[in-house]
């Protein structure tokens, strides 16, 4: 601390730069006084100042170097210094050490500071600009000079905001102008003018200024401007006229002038422009990683403006100073800037344009805006765009490979387009936890890639989460080389069709067979949904009917007397005395019989159904919803069943009576009255369980079953299941559009209830009257084998009178079959005239085989018209 007080900051800054060059101190004199102008500037630094940050730096960069001992040493010294007031600039102080120590060989960085201050200022006067090197570290600023008319005009221009990352060349580096070079003779400015001032700079020969406005002219120009006199009108040399337009002097110039100052003048506005875009947004979080990915790519293309203006703004200096003592006048020209800078204001224009189009704008709704705005016939253009887009859509593909290959979402500002709801429950993963955001998905990436690329992920999840599967998803799906920097983005978003693609293609299928694979093998995925055809959808034909057999009694009785166990015992047994008995144990455990909401009135028959409880994985394709479908197609089945079932008993019963009833000759017509409205029944019945079974349940099923087997997804899974049961709902008129068939069919469905009941009564009715004339013959024959008379005068008119009486009851017998197969025939005429108009092409075949005789469309002019001119149309007085 002594040494530093024994000596001026001048001496010490002209020692520093003859230890850096390693050359004498009159051989350092250009760069001394450039060092003095670095030194003495105004600008800020481009980075926080954080002297613990930087200390910790240091401290790193000695321990790479295995100098555990200086890294101690440098902690203790730098504890002293913090308690000692000596220095006011620590951190200066330490950010210029560590920027020495900063490793040459790293491209982004100033190899030699010797070579640096050697190229500092040029060999001679008449040299094209070059690249003024400097450290980025330290800021150029320049104090106050004088304008025109000696007024003080200020040109610190305030505090940088660049970004402090490495700057990537679209055009690849470019060579050290020769002029820099040690042993080469100054070329003009035409032989190289295309190379020097292109805009893209080479990375490791400059690094850009630091101020968020061009850079001022020098200290050592501060001589006043030598005007020309001309009548009223004052015009300026061209070097203080140049300096006047690139940082932003007053002055009054002829029209000529003053329309190409205009014009580049509309840099700084472009540049203003941008500059104000980056600032706003640079220091919001909620822009997100995308976002601020867009603000690195727009400093990197300011830093490439700095770097222009400092290589003209050097080239100006040198002119301006050997110019004025040689008497030449200056190269740089308003025309010639005019035309060096065209390049570099397009290049703005359309960063200026870029920004106003992608205002408001985050995420992957951002990097669309970008990749929209990159489909331009200019090359040039379009690959400045491309280059931009590389740099934005580098965290969005690091969030899509982390989700891909790991499942994880970590996406704090809403950017990616997966989305996740934490409030979802485990049971609803698949369904309701992760979706997509249509608004986030990037306009280069398709829908069908954004559905992969969430089904992958999910995937994952739901193995983990639901399936319990400890499996890594490295051993599912071995992950391939993500994008480890914007070049890697970059040259997948080449080929998007193709490394892409196949990327995303090759999780998706590796992903999903392995979830398919663990749904079958370890939860009978397959078995189960089998399960539901056989049980549910009354498949199994002989367990259904033996079920029928045993229930028959309990069902018939009152809904409010039954109760659950003992119609579980009755299933437990039918299941032992059927096929069912083979099926496996975890199919089996899970089928149960359920109760439903009991009205008044309801029999046994109206409450009784059969479950199927469904839990863990499998619930992700029986959801509820489908539960729900299932139960309601169970019960239209069941009671479909149950009218065959009825049909059936009435059928034996008009059989095994027939004979019986023979010696009743006054039953002939009830009977064969019965007859017939039972073979209508019968018909009918025959015809809906053949369209429900074959053309409904067997088509569907078989349909279902090709898609399973074809699925490459759960998701296809879930939708053939959905709609599989969607289409039967539908052709068993159970939706909404259907109501009025289905209560038709329901009120057929009743009337064969009451032609049950009727005929019943009427059997009844007969066989006790058959009962009672049997018995009164036996006895009649008994007497007169023991000699006696037969029956006595009195016991024969009570016989006859009975008789009588009996044969009074059969005219109502048969007005009440009359009524009935009134009733039922005119239902079955509306339900025909309905069906005729279906769009359901196969009800409308349904109706012809219901009515194969014509015998309703002879009753209905209605049902007269042919099929194909019925089709898609319904009647208008129904």
Known sequence: MAALDQKSPNVLLQSLCCRITGKSEAEVAHQFQYAVRVVGSNYAPTIERDEFLVSEKIKKELLKQRREGDAALFSELHRKLQTQGVLKHRWSVLYLLLSLCEDPRKPSRVGSYGALFAQALPRDAHSTPFYCTRPGSLPLSYPERSGPGGVQISTSMGTSGISSLGVYSLNGPTPTPQPLLAGHPPQTAGQQLGSRLAWALPNSSALAPTSRAPLAPSPLSTRAPRPRHDGDLTEYRNGTLLETIMFYYSVVLCKSLRDTSNRLAELGWLHNKIRKYTDSRSLDRAFGLVGQSFCASLHQELKEYYRLLAVLHSQLQVEDDQGVNLGVESSLTLRRLLVWTYDPKVRLKTLAALVDFCQGRKGGELASAVHAYGKTGDPQMRALVQHILSLVSHPILNFLYRWIYDGELEDTYHEFFVASDPTVKTDRLWHDKYSLRKSMIPTFITMDQARKVLLIGKSINFLHQVCHDRTSPGKITPASKSTDSPKDAAELLSDLEGAFQGKIDAAYFETSKYLLNVLNQNYLLLEHLQAMRRYLLLGQGDFIRHLMDLLKPELARPATTLYQHNLTG????????????????????????????????????????????????????????????????????????????????????????????????????????????????????????????????????????????????????????EGFLDSVISRCLLDTNSRSLLNQLRAIFDQIIEFQSAQDSLYRSALEELTLRLQYEERKKQRDSEGEWGVTAEQEAEENRRIQEFQETIPKMRSQLRILTHFYQGIVQQFLVLIMTSPDESLRFLSFRLDFNEHYRARDPRLRASLGATRGRRPSNI
Not at 663 to 669: I, Q, T
């Open 570 to 721: 009755i299933l437990e047994t039918a299941v032992r005395a059927t096929n069912a008995q083979y099926d496996n144990a975890e199919i089996l455990k899970r089928l149960d019989v359920r109760l439903l909401e009991v009205s008044p009135g309801d029999t046994g028959w109206d409450v009784f159904s059969l479950d199927y409880h469904v839990e863990g994985p499998i619930a992700t394709v029986f959801t509820r919803e489908c539960m729900s479908h299932y139960l309601r197609v169970f019960n239209f089945l069941w009671r479909a069943k149950r009218m065959e079932y009825i049909l059936t008993d009435i059928w034996k019963g008009q059989m095994c009576n027939a004979k019986l009833l023979k010696s009743m000759p006054e039953l002939s017509g009830v009977l064969h009255q019965c007859h017939i409205l039972a073979n209508e029944m019968v018909h009918f019945i025959h015809q809906m369980q053949y369209y429900i079974t074959f053309e409904v349940l067997e088509c569907c099923w078989d349909e279902l079953w090709n898609k399973v087997e074809k699925a490459q997804d759960l998701d296809h899974i879930i939708a053939a299941h």
